[in-house]
T-cell receptor, first 112, second 116 residues
Framework: SQQGEEDPQALSIQEGENATMNCSYK?????LQWYRQNSGRGLVHLIL?????REKHSGRLRVTLDTSKKSSSLLITASRAADTASYFC????????????FGSGTRLQVQP | DARVTQTPRDKVTEMGQEVTMRCQPI?????VFWYRQTMMQGLELLAY????????DSGMPKDRFSAEMPDATLATLKIQPSEPRDSAVYFC??????????????FGPGTRLTVL
């Protein structure tokens, strides 16, 4: 079963606009990670935020984490056509199983 | 630039045949994961190893799937006999786990398996 659920499932924007994707999860976590997957390729790690952090930045990416609501958001600013991909959140649980549990993903299409 | 490699990249086989997928994790990583990705189920964890020991293979159909790490540079996932429902992209990922934290995983390019 999937721990994280992304919203929206699909998003289409124009180049230069910002894209926001949301992720909700169910259990206590150690950290939450965002990955990107280009069509036909493997997943690429984007950013990791730990449970004691609320916000993190990396280049044009901004991630927030609200552990009280069990949710996270990924903001991509000034989007580019090359940002077109599927984006997944993945949670690392606080106890027990150490593997990541991935959400269902958001398909982002950036129109040039 | 270290990366996870997987072979083969594509495999087409007939139902009942044995399929072996191989993965070379990044040197120095102590954890290896096998995932399966389908449109219907998304990304599912099949098995993972830490320091070559299997820690969790609860996501794997035991009657036909097996995963091993014969040495630190090779992980294998075997399906015998294969069935059409096994058609999917299989990803291997490796990472460095220190203590209790699961941090970044590095994914290989995947093996696209089609079972006819």
């Amino acid at each position: 079963s999937q721990q994280g659920e992304e919203d929206p499932q699909a998003l289409s924007i124009q180049e230069g606009e910002n894209a926001t994707m949301n992720c909700s999860y169910k259990t206590s976590i150690n950290n939450l990670q965002w990955y990107r997957q280009n069509s036909g390729r493997g997943l690429v790690h984007l950013i990791l935020i730990r449970s004691n952090e609320r916000e993190k930045h990396s280049g044009r990416l901004r991630v927030t984490l609200d552990t009280s609501k069990k949710s996270s958001s990924l903001l991509i600013t000034a989007s580019r056509a090359a940002d077109t991909a599927s984006y997944f959140c993945a949670t690392a649980m606080d106890t027990g199983r150490r593997a990541l549990t991935f959400g269902s993903g958001t398909r982002l299409q950036v129109q040039p | 630039d270290a990366r996870v490699t997987q072979t083969p990249r594509d495999k087409v086989t007939e139902m009942g045949q044995e399929v072996t997928m191989r993965c070379q994790p990044i040197l120095g990583h102590n954890t290896v994961f096998w995932y399966r990705q389908t449109m219907m189920q998304g990304l599912e964890l099949l098995a993972y190893f830490r320091n070559r020991a299997p820690l969790d293979d609860s996501g794997m159909p035991k009657d036909r799937f097996s995963a091993e790490m014969p040495d630190a540079t090779l992980a294998t996932l075997k399906i015998q006999p294969s069935e059409p429902r096994d058609s999917a992209v299989y990803f291997c990922a490796s990472g460095l786990v220190i203590g209790s934290s699961t941090d970044t995983q590095y994914f290989g390019p995947g093996t696209r398996l089609t079972v006819l």
